[in-house]
């Protein structure tokens, strides 16, 4: 039999060959806890009362074929990307000149910001330890100009707090292992799907090993009273799995116990000792109390997390406790997409003051796309005539400073957008030249409905740093611990913009290398 090529994979199954696989999809999924909790589309809340229910996490049936050349090269430039963020993140002085340029037309940067200086004004910091789990999140790009493309990697963007789907991404990928290894791919795939070119992320044990590793480096309890690490999270959390992997790992790797607090209840169930110890009350044990060596976020990244002004005043109050934050506000800011702007401006210093090595520095530029600003600057001027104009504008993306996907606007929606904004708000965005990767199929499987067709794959690396800030002597500061921390392979279909798992666009995918 022929071997597959790239434009007829994935293959064709039978109607018998697709019920096995599906129905040992799905048992598996919710075996090994690649599961969400379901949509309100799905299944109303009235019909899960006790919130009981879960349903298989979006997944695609088969591994995305993925170059193996970009997938390695994003591995091995993931340990200077975390060197790179973690070195903004201690030059306070570098991300001010970033902020100031958004403060009065960004009101959530503004905030983040005065919540820093108010943590200077009220004694200053007192932990000098910050823990980053990043992702860097990349599609391929084939140059279309050049004749032979090879293809090559292109950076969507950087995130600095809660990069999410660690979790999930090591059981999908240990799902299609399975998926593969009891018979469910066609033999016609065998070429193309072999043990050896499936790659397991390895995510979830790594991201916890990240998580104690600061949880060891907070050192001892100043308080006799028993360590914690603490999650912070959203009230309705969907995707709650993915984060309870991180937190069994932890328990069951590291033998470190973990709390879930939702942001909005954070000031009644922590306090700050006399030297700002933050100290943790479970609500089900009163009269039980545990010392909080890392308050891990994966809530308070979008401005829908602080509806009051308290919610601003507990991000205040978890910043100047003692526990390690990951992140940090200034570690926070530093994923802003004006910060990758900047980075990515031709012929600017700033890569080289961040990554002194400068082979290190062109690998890293190699990954970025074009990004222009929308200010007053030459460069803003140009980017202002391609974003008003129909014809040039839908070759770019415009993004405001903001996470966690649904927050961009498309080629052709962007000059009627631009055009009802103010143009004195402009600067808060950046454009971006669209990344094309090259065409590819799959099948998605997402609240049991099968979907087939084009898909649009985005790889993400996961990193861990954490890093001591440096004093007035030595601004530098020290980075102890730098390591690549798995992946995660995203799959949406190819008439999405938006490629969210979580927003409801893609599914979790894994790697099959070519
Ligand atoms: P967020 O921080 O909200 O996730 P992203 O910059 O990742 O913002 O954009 C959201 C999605 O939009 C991405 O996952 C991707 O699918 C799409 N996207 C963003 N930038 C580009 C680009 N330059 N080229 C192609 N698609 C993009
Ligand atoms: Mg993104
Ligand atoms: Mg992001």
Redesign the pocket.
Known sequence: MEPLGWLDYPPELSDAEEQYLLSNLKDWSIAHGLAVRPAPSFIQPSQDPSGVLASTAPVTLFPSLFPRSCFEEGLAIQKAYNELYSAIARDEKWLQSIVEELIDIDDFVAKLWQTHLAVRKQGGYVQDISLGLFRS?Y?VHKDPAQSDPTPGLKQ??F?TIASSFGGLSSQVSALHKYLLAIDAYPSSTASLIKAGSLRQSLSASLLAEGLATAHKAYGNSKTSRPLCVLFIVQDAERNVFDQRHLEYALLEGNGVRTFRLPFGETMSHTKLDADQTLVYTPPSSPSSSFEVTTVYFRAGYAPDDYPNEEDWAARLHLEKSKAIKCPSILTQLAGC?KVQQVLATPHSPHLQRFLPDSEVAARVLATF?PIYPLDDSEAGKEARKLATDPTSASRY?L?PQ????G??IYRKAIPPFLQKLPETHWPAYIL????EPPPLSNAILRNGELQRGGVIC?LGVYGVCLWRDGSSADAKGEVMENFEAGYLLRT?GDQS????VAAGFGAVDSCCLV
Request: aromatic residues 0%; glycine residues 16%; proline residues 0%.
């Open positions: 999140d599609m969507v963007e995130n997409k796309a993306v993004k903001r996470e966690g996907g927050n961009n971006m030249e669209m990344i985005e949406k913009e938006e490629g969210g």
